[in-house]
């Protein structure tokens, strides 16, 4: 400010450095914020292993096997009788959803193998079917997850829990 005019105020340039200030601020809250794409495949594969193990929970609860089933652009929870099958409902948890991202590849690997027991690999495949049994011991096995930007895998151990595989 200058003395001796009686005005008052802040000058021209006190006034551009406090905008550049509030503009690096804004950029820097903003980068942060943002979500990585590529972390929305490994969130996706976490909320699968807890949701697998939710669903042997329900089997053992309705005496009645489930299963999952994925393709290239979701996953669903079924349940099969009389040869009829019907997505599980009453449950929010286990219901359909579709993937951020279309996947690329999706594969279920048994435990003791390395060749995959079923591949997607694209639109129209049949999907991939995993049956989650009543039993309190699951087969183990692996399933992996690709997209365009990541791929990620979950192990599946006996007890039905999920968990990250490092590649």
Same mark, same amino acid.
């Given at each position: ?37 590529? /972390? ?20 053992? &609860?309705?005496?009645? #096997? &489930?299963?999952? =089933?994925?393709? %290239?652009?979701?996953?669903?929870? %079924?349940? =099969? ?20 991202? #279309? ?11 390395? /060749? $995959?027991? /079923?591949? *997607? ?5 049949? $999907?991939?079917?995993? #049956?989650?049994?009543?039993?309190? *011991? ?5 399933? =992996? ?8 895998? *979950? ?13």
């Amino acid at each position: 400010m200058r003395a001796g005019r009686g005005a008052r105020g802040f000058t021209l340039l006190e006034l551009l450095v406090v905008m550049v200030l509030a503009g690096i601020l804004l950029s820097i809250v903003t980068i942060s914020v943002t979500p990585d794409p590529r /972390q929305s495949l490994v969130r996706e594969a976490a909320r699968i292993g807890q949701l697998l193990a939710l669903a042997a929970d329900e089997a053992r &609860i309705r005496q009645a #096997p &489930i299963v999952w =089933e994925a393709d %290239v652009h979701g996953y669903r929870f %079924v349940t =099969e009788s009389g040869g009829e099958r019907r997505l599980v409902t009453g449950d929010d948890l286990l219901r359909e959803r579709k993937w951020e991202r #279309p996947l690329t590849r999706l594969a279920v690997v048994e435990a003791g193998t390395r /060749q $995959p027991a /079923q591949v *997607v690999l694209g639109p129209g495949a049949p $999907p991939v079917r995993v #049956p989650i049994a009543r039993e309190w *011991v699951q087969p183990r096995l692996r399933l =992996e997850l690709a997209n365009d930007l990541a791929q990620v895998a *979950v192990e599946f151990d006996e007890s039905g829990r999920g968990t990250l595989a490092s590649h």
